[in-house]
């Protein structure tokens, strides 16, 4: 199955998931909003920031957009071989995979939004479930599709074979990766350093890289990500009108960690979300330099949250967040390219 013969497919499932969480923010917002303020207004409208009503659960409108998708590019997949192809069993378990880390920032924005915890759960013990479930995860694609446990690696240098470790040393890199995406959003849940549209677009731009440049269920799961992200984008560009909030988040993060790890390129993860990437080491050296000296090197708790407290504009920080990730996004293209003619794809 090459790339060509599922763009039609992919093209109408992103539409549908588009569609589907832009169309749901209609009905989900008053209510998200009402939760949050005990004050139900059915119209949406324009309205500035200082109100404090914008909700989070952003992810919900995300998550019906990527189930329905879901849904079709399962039915696409076995259309098109048997109900039992592999294909189709590592979308069904990266998208439930996706579900239940969008589940668990789902509980998270409870805790925070409705019983006011702005900590919400312990970080060890978030952090131990997003490893479990990657972990989980990886082992049901060893089941499923017979997993090497090999990782190729650039410039010739062949494969590295983890074995056994491979699960818990690359389950480990996806919770890092999905703690990338979620400072990349907003650090600890600090909106008023959230960079409004700053996530949808990486988000978009990244699925977009999928959908075009891998196959079979990747490729389909990054066309219904990008029509899901695309559709709450237009909701969370200023004003916002519902924030991500950590169950967009962790489904953006896990949803991107389960197409590098179904495209068999898991080096991906580690300079593909290369302005995320920057965010979260940013936020890393800044908490190690305060350790240090007890002073502070940055003025928010990520490099995007610092320019935002600058002055800096949403605009202006996403257009020069753009260049990272189009350079991030430039060398997944070469990598993939290496790497279909190391296999002989």
């Given at each position: ?183 990349h959003d907003t650090y600890g849940g600090e909106e008023e350093y959230c960079c409004e549209g700053l996530m949808g677009t990486t988000m978009l731009l990244t699925a977009l890289f999928f959908a075009v440049m891998t196959r079979g269920g990747c490729s389909l799961l990054g066309y219904i990500t990008a029509g899901s992200a695309a559709g ?34 898991e080096l991906l993860l580690i300079f593909l979300p290369l302005s995320a990437i920057i965010d979260m080491l940013s936020s890393f050296i800044r908490l190690l330099h305060y350790k240090r000296t007890k002073s502070v090197l940055l003025l928010g708790g990520s490099l995007h949250a610092h320019l935002k407290a600058k002055g800096r504009g ?32």
């Amino acid at each position: 199955m090459h790339y060509n013969e599922l763009t039609p497919y992919g093209g109408v499932l992103m539409a549908l998931s588009f569609l589907l969480s832009l169309c749901s923010g209609i009905m989900l917002i008053p209510l998200f909003r009402f939760y949050k303020t005990g004050i139900y207004k059915p119209h949406i409208g324009d309205r500035l920031r200082g109100d404090d009503s914008s909700p989070r659960f952003g992810g919900a409108l995300m998550m019906l957009g990527l189930g329905a998708g879901g849904i079709g590019s399962v039915a696409v997949l076995g259309a098109r071989g048997s109900f039992d192809s592999s294909p189709q069993k590592q979308l069904t378990a990266a998208l439930l995979y996706v579900f239940l880390a969008f589940a668990a920032g789902f509980l998270q924005d409870y805790i925070k939004q409705k019983l006011n915890r702005p900590a919400g759960l312990k970080g060890s013990l978030r952090f131990l479930y997003l490893w479990g479930l990657s972990v989980c995860f990886l082992i049901s694609l060893r089941l499923i599709s017979g997993l090497t446990g090999e990782v190729l690696l650039p410039f010739r240098w062949g494969f590295v074979s983890f074995g056994m470790f491979y699960y818990p040393v690359i389950g480990l890199v996806m919770t890092a990766c999905i703690y990338a995406f979620r400072i990349h959003d907003t650090y600890g849940g600090e909106e008023e350093y959230c960079c409004e549209g700053l996530m949808g677009t990486t988000m978009l731009l990244t699925a977009l890289f999928f959908a075009v440049m891998t196959r079979g269920g990747c490729s389909l799961l990054g066309y219904i990500t990008a029509g899901s992200a695309a559709g709450l984008m237009i909701w969370s560009f200023y004003p916002a009108k519902i924030y991500f909030g950590e169950s967009g988040q962790l489904l953006c993060g896990a949803a991107f960690c389960a197409m590098c790890i179904i495209s068999g390129r898991e080096l991906l993860l580690i300079f593909l979300p290369l302005s995320a990437i920057i965010d979260m080491l940013s936020s890393f050296i800044r908490l190690l330099h305060y350790k240090r000296t007890k002073s502070v090197l940055l003025l928010g708790g990520s490099l995007h949250a610092h320019l935002k407290a600058k002055g800096r504009g949403d605009v202006s920080i996403i257009i020069r967040s753009l260049p990272l990730t189009v350079l991030g996004i430039a060398a997944g293209v070469l990598f993939i390219i290496y790497s279909n003619d190391i296999m002989n794809i």
